[in-house]
Protein backbone atom coordinates (compact mmCIF):
# COMPACT_ATOMS: atom_id res chain seq x y z
CA UNK A 1 0.00 0.00 0.00
CA UNK A 2 1.03 3.37 -0.09
CA UNK A 3 1.31 3.92 3.13
CA UNK A 4 3.80 1.04 3.28
CA UNK A 5 5.71 2.52 0.48
CA UNK A 6 6.10 5.63 2.64
CA UNK A 7 7.55 4.08 5.31
CA UNK A 8 9.93 1.56 3.28
CA UNK A 9 11.20 5.39 1.27
CA UNK A 10 11.67 7.50 4.58
CA UNK A 11 13.49 3.76 6.13
CA UNK A 12 15.90 3.74 3.17
CA UNK A 13 16.75 7.32 3.18
CA UNK A 14 18.02 7.05 7.12
CA UNK A 15 19.86 4.12 5.95
CA UNK A 16 21.44 5.88 3.54
CA UNK A 17 22.45 8.93 4.85
CA UNK A 18 24.34 6.61 7.27
CA UNK A 19 26.06 4.89 4.75
CA UNK A 20 26.76 7.78 3.00
CA UNK A 21 28.84 8.69 6.04
CA UNK A 22 31.14 5.26 5.75
CA UNK A 23 31.58 6.33 1.38
CA UNK A 24 32.57 9.53 2.56
CA UNK A 25 35.24 8.61 5.28
CA UNK A 26 36.64 5.87 2.94
CA UNK A 27 36.53 8.39 -0.46
CA UNK A 28 39.68 10.30 1.34
CA UNK A 29 41.04 6.98 2.92
CA UNK A 30 43.85 4.51 2.37
CA UNK A 31 41.53 1.49 1.10
CA UNK A 32 42.44 -2.24 0.04
CA UNK A 33 42.31 -2.58 -3.61
CA UNK A 34 41.16 -6.14 -4.57
CA UNK A 35 40.38 -7.39 -8.24
CA UNK A 36 36.94 -9.41 -9.24
CA UNK A 37 35.85 -10.42 -12.49
CA UNK A 38 38.94 -9.19 -14.11
CA UNK A 39 41.75 -6.63 -13.48
CA UNK A 40 39.71 -3.48 -14.08
CA UNK A 41 36.96 -5.02 -11.77
CA UNK A 42 37.53 -3.28 -8.38
CA UNK A 43 36.95 -3.64 -4.81
CA UNK A 44 37.44 -2.05 -1.48
CA UNK A 45 36.48 -2.99 1.87
CA UNK A 46 34.24 -0.24 2.16
CA UNK A 47 32.04 -1.78 -0.86
CA UNK A 48 31.78 -4.51 1.11
CA UNK A 49 31.05 -2.60 4.42
CA UNK A 50 28.64 -0.30 3.38
CA UNK A 51 26.67 -3.43 1.66
CA UNK A 52 27.00 -4.87 5.13
CA UNK A 53 25.11 -1.67 6.96
CA UNK A 54 22.65 -1.14 4.35
CA UNK A 55 21.26 -5.04 4.37
CA UNK A 56 21.88 -5.40 8.23
CA UNK A 57 19.73 -2.03 8.72
CA UNK A 58 16.69 -2.73 6.17
CA UNK A 59 16.84 -6.32 7.46
CA UNK A 60 16.13 -4.97 10.99
CA UNK A 61 13.63 -3.26 9.40
CA UNK A 62 11.72 -5.77 7.32
CA UNK A 63 12.74 -9.20 8.17
CA UNK A 64 11.11 -10.75 5.60
CA UNK A 65 12.09 -8.84 3.10
CA UNK A 66 14.52 -10.14 0.56
CA UNK A 67 17.98 -9.09 -0.66
CA UNK A 68 20.07 -8.46 -3.93
CA UNK A 69 23.48 -6.67 -3.14
CA UNK A 70 26.75 -6.76 -5.50
CA UNK A 71 29.05 -7.92 -3.01
CA UNK A 72 26.79 -10.62 -1.70
CA UNK A 73 26.39 -11.95 -5.34
CA UNK A 74 30.57 -11.34 -6.09
CA UNK A 75 30.65 -13.55 -2.99
CA UNK A 76 28.77 -16.34 -4.26
CA UNK A 77 25.26 -15.53 -3.20
CA UNK A 78 22.60 -16.69 -5.77
CA UNK A 79 20.69 -13.55 -7.53
CA UNK A 80 17.03 -14.38 -6.61
CA UNK A 81 14.40 -12.11 -8.62
CA UNK A 82 11.22 -13.12 -7.42
CA UNK A 83 7.60 -11.35 -6.13
CA UNK A 84 8.48 -10.44 -3.01
CA UNK A 85 9.71 -7.35 -1.25
CA UNK A 86 13.71 -7.51 -2.54
CA UNK A 87 15.66 -4.50 -2.04
CA UNK A 88 18.53 -3.72 -5.16
CA UNK A 89 21.34 -2.91 -3.72
CA UNK A 90 25.23 -1.57 -5.07
CA UNK A 91 26.73 0.06 -2.28
CA UNK A 92 29.68 1.61 -4.58
CA UNK A 93 28.69 2.11 -8.09
CA UNK A 94 32.01 3.96 -9.33
CA UNK A 95 34.09 1.97 -7.21
CA UNK A 96 36.67 2.85 -9.89
CA UNK A 97 36.32 6.64 -9.24
CA UNK A 98 35.97 5.34 -5.67
CA UNK A 99 39.43 4.35 -5.50
CA UNK A 100 40.81 7.03 -8.08
CA UNK A 101 38.85 10.16 -5.69
CA UNK A 102 37.09 10.84 -8.70
CA UNK A 103 33.99 12.09 -7.20
CA UNK A 104 31.26 10.46 -9.00
CA UNK A 105 30.28 7.72 -6.47
CA UNK A 106 26.98 6.71 -5.93
CA UNK A 107 24.74 4.23 -3.05
CA UNK A 108 22.05 2.98 -5.42
CA UNK A 109 19.43 0.89 -4.04
CA UNK A 110 15.55 0.10 -5.24
CA UNK A 111 13.14 -1.63 -3.78
CA UNK A 112 11.18 -4.04 -6.26
CA UNK A 113 7.58 -5.49 -5.44
CA UNK A 114 6.17 -8.14 -7.88
CA UNK A 115 9.58 -7.57 -9.70
CA UNK A 116 8.43 -3.82 -10.36
CA UNK A 117 10.68 -1.35 -8.98
CA UNK A 118 8.44 1.22 -6.78
CA UNK A 119 11.24 3.14 -4.86
CA UNK A 120 14.75 4.23 -6.61
CA UNK A 121 17.10 5.93 -4.34
CA UNK A 122 20.91 6.84 -6.04
CA UNK A 123 23.21 9.15 -3.35
CA UNK A 124 26.96 10.57 -3.82
CA UNK A 125 28.00 11.37 -0.84
CA UNK A 126 31.13 13.11 -1.99
CA UNK A 127 28.66 15.98 -4.34
CA UNK A 128 25.72 14.97 -1.51
CA UNK A 129 23.59 15.14 -4.24
CA UNK A 130 19.97 12.48 -3.44
CA UNK A 131 17.91 11.60 -6.29
CA UNK A 132 15.02 10.00 -5.28
CA UNK A 133 11.96 8.64 -7.14
CA UNK A 134 8.39 6.47 -5.60
CA UNK A 135 6.76 4.88 -8.45
CA UNK A 136 4.15 7.39 -9.84
CA UNK A 137 5.28 10.30 -7.71
CA UNK A 138 8.20 11.92 -9.67
CA UNK A 139 11.70 12.26 -9.38
CA UNK A 140 13.41 14.73 -7.13
CA UNK A 141 17.02 15.71 -7.20
CA UNK A 142 17.80 17.17 -2.96
CA UNK A 143 13.81 16.98 -2.66
CA UNK A 144 13.61 19.55 -6.21
CA UNK A 145 11.86 17.93 -9.04
CA UNK A 146 13.84 17.08 -12.20
CA UNK A 147 12.97 16.78 -16.12
CA UNK A 148 14.60 15.14 -18.45
CA UNK A 149 15.66 16.95 -21.63
CA UNK A 150 13.15 16.46 -23.92
CA UNK A 151 15.60 16.30 -26.79
CA UNK A 152 14.44 14.08 -30.26
CA UNK A 153 17.31 14.72 -32.41
CA UNK A 154 20.31 13.05 -32.26
CA UNK A 155 22.72 15.58 -33.75
CA UNK A 156 22.05 18.13 -31.00
CA UNK A 157 22.45 15.03 -28.12
CA UNK A 158 24.99 14.82 -25.50
CA UNK A 159 25.28 11.14 -24.75
CA UNK A 160 27.12 9.24 -21.87
CA UNK A 161 28.37 5.91 -22.32
CA UNK A 162 31.20 3.40 -20.72
CA UNK A 163 33.81 1.24 -21.60
CA UNK A 164 32.75 -0.65 -18.53
CA UNK A 165 35.17 -3.57 -16.52
CA UNK A 166 35.58 -6.34 -18.63
CA UNK A 167 38.57 -6.74 -20.68
CA UNK A 168 37.71 -9.41 -23.54
CA UNK A 169 38.50 -8.19 -26.55
CA UNK A 170 35.39 -8.81 -28.31
CA UNK A 171 33.55 -6.91 -25.99
CA UNK A 172 35.81 -4.06 -25.87
CA UNK A 173 35.52 -4.04 -29.89
CA UNK A 174 31.73 -3.65 -29.76
CA UNK A 175 31.95 -1.10 -27.12
CA UNK A 176 34.23 1.03 -28.82
CA UNK A 177 32.85 0.41 -32.02
CA UNK A 178 29.02 1.91 -30.42
CA UNK A 179 31.02 4.42 -29.26
CA UNK A 180 32.90 5.34 -32.77
CA UNK A 181 29.39 5.40 -34.77
CA UNK A 182 27.80 7.61 -31.74
CA UNK A 183 30.42 10.33 -31.77
CA UNK A 184 29.89 10.77 -35.70
CA UNK A 185 26.22 12.02 -35.13
CA UNK A 186 26.00 13.71 -31.80
CA UNK A 187 27.49 16.87 -29.92
CA UNK A 188 29.69 14.85 -27.56
CA UNK A 189 30.35 11.75 -25.64
CA UNK A 190 30.62 11.42 -21.97
CA UNK A 191 32.03 8.71 -19.73
CA UNK A 192 31.63 9.46 -15.93
CA UNK A 193 32.57 5.94 -14.71
CA UNK A 194 28.98 5.32 -13.03
CA UNK A 195 25.62 3.44 -14.62
CA UNK A 196 23.76 4.64 -11.71
CA UNK A 197 24.72 8.62 -11.60
CA UNK A 198 24.38 8.68 -16.10
CA UNK A 199 20.92 7.24 -15.34
CA UNK A 200 20.32 10.36 -12.96
CA UNK A 201 22.29 12.54 -15.56
CA UNK A 202 19.53 11.92 -18.25
CA UNK A 203 16.53 12.28 -15.44
CA UNK A 204 17.97 15.68 -15.03
CA UNK A 205 18.49 16.81 -18.70
CA UNK A 206 22.36 16.94 -18.38
CA UNK A 207 22.50 14.26 -20.82
CA UNK A 208 20.19 13.45 -23.33
CA UNK A 209 20.68 9.42 -23.56
CA UNK A 210 22.95 6.51 -21.56
CA UNK A 211 23.53 2.98 -22.86
CA UNK A 212 25.47 0.28 -21.44
CA UNK A 213 26.23 -3.44 -21.76
CA UNK A 214 27.67 -5.66 -19.30
CA UNK A 215 26.04 -3.73 -15.87
CA UNK A 216 24.03 -5.76 -13.57
CA UNK A 217 20.65 -5.32 -11.88
CA UNK A 218 21.84 -3.39 -9.07
CA UNK A 219 24.07 -0.70 -11.57
CA UNK A 220 20.92 0.65 -12.96
CA UNK A 221 17.20 -0.95 -11.01
CA UNK A 222 17.40 2.27 -8.74
CA UNK A 223 18.51 4.46 -12.10
CA UNK A 224 15.69 3.14 -14.39
CA UNK A 225 13.36 4.46 -12.14
CA UNK A 226 14.28 7.99 -11.44
CA UNK A 227 14.75 8.26 -15.08
CA UNK A 228 11.51 7.14 -16.05
CA UNK A 229 9.77 9.63 -13.34
CA UNK A 230 12.03 12.31 -14.48
CA UNK A 231 10.09 11.69 -18.00
CA UNK A 232 12.65 10.25 -19.94
CA UNK A 233 12.56 6.35 -21.66
CA UNK A 234 14.23 3.45 -20.99
CA UNK A 235 14.18 0.04 -22.96
CA UNK A 236 16.79 -2.81 -24.01
CA UNK A 237 19.17 -1.34 -26.62
CA UNK A 238 18.09 -3.74 -29.01
CA UNK A 239 14.57 -2.06 -28.86
CA UNK A 240 12.77 -4.19 -26.74
CA UNK A 241 10.95 -3.60 -23.42
CA UNK A 242 13.98 -3.17 -20.40
CA UNK A 243 14.66 -6.31 -18.82
CA UNK A 244 16.27 -5.83 -14.83
CA UNK A 245 18.47 -8.89 -15.47
CA UNK A 246 19.58 -8.76 -19.17
CA UNK A 247 22.48 -6.66 -18.47
CA UNK A 248 21.83 -3.76 -20.81
CA UNK A 249 19.76 -0.44 -21.01
CA UNK A 250 19.04 2.80 -23.16
CA UNK A 251 17.72 5.64 -21.47
CA UNK A 252 17.11 8.60 -23.29
CA UNK A 253 15.27 11.73 -22.57
CA UNK A 254 12.69 10.90 -25.97
CA UNK A 255 11.00 7.78 -27.25
CA UNK A 256 12.52 9.42 -30.63
CA UNK A 257 15.98 9.22 -29.35
CA UNK A 258 15.97 5.28 -28.57
CA UNK A 259 14.39 4.69 -31.85
CA UNK A 260 17.72 6.79 -33.44
CA UNK A 261 20.28 4.81 -31.18
CA UNK A 262 19.21 1.39 -30.80
CA UNK A 263 19.84 0.78 -35.05
CA UNK A 264 23.43 2.08 -34.71
CA UNK A 265 24.28 -0.64 -31.78
CA UNK A 266 26.29 -3.65 -32.31
CA UNK A 267 24.42 -5.67 -29.29
CA UNK A 268 26.70 -7.38 -26.98
CA UNK A 269 25.55 -10.27 -25.21
CA UNK A 270 25.84 -11.41 -21.76
CA UNK A 271 24.72 -14.17 -19.13
CA UNK A 272 21.19 -12.96 -17.32
CA UNK A 273 21.85 -12.30 -13.95
C1 LIG B 1 30.40 0.01 -12.56
C2 LIG B 1 29.89 1.34 -13.04
C3 LIG B 1 30.42 1.71 -14.41
C4 LIG B 1 30.22 0.63 -15.42
C5 LIG B 1 30.75 -0.69 -14.92
C6 LIG B 1 30.15 -1.04 -13.57
P1 LIG B 1 30.57 -0.73 -9.94
O1 LIG B 1 29.76 -0.36 -11.34
O2 LIG B 1 28.49 1.37 -13.07
O3 LIG B 1 29.76 2.83 -14.94
O4 LIG B 1 30.83 0.99 -16.62
O5 LIG B 1 30.44 -1.70 -15.86
O6 LIG B 1 30.71 -2.26 -13.13
O7 LIG B 1 31.26 -2.03 -10.23
O8 LIG B 1 31.51 0.39 -9.68
O9 LIG B 1 29.48 -0.86 -8.96
Given at each position: ????????Y????????????????G????????????????????????????????????????????????????????????????????????????????????????????????????????????????????G????????????L?????????????????????????????????????????????????????????G??????????????E????????S?????L?HR??L??A????????????????????
Amino acid sequence: TEKEIEIYYNTVLDIVSLAGKVVNAGFSAAKRIETKASAADLVTEFDQRVEEILIKHLQEKFPTHKFIGEESSSAGVQTVFGDDPTWIIDPIDGTTNFVHGFPFVAISIALAINKQVVIGVIYNPVLDLLYTAIHGKGAYRNGRPIKSSGQTDLALSQVAGEYGSSREPEVLTAKCQNLRVIIEKVHSIRAIGSAAMNLCLVAEGSCDAYFEYGIHIWDYAAGDLIAREAGAYTCDPSGGPLNLLHRCILCTATKKLAEQISPLLTHVNFPDD
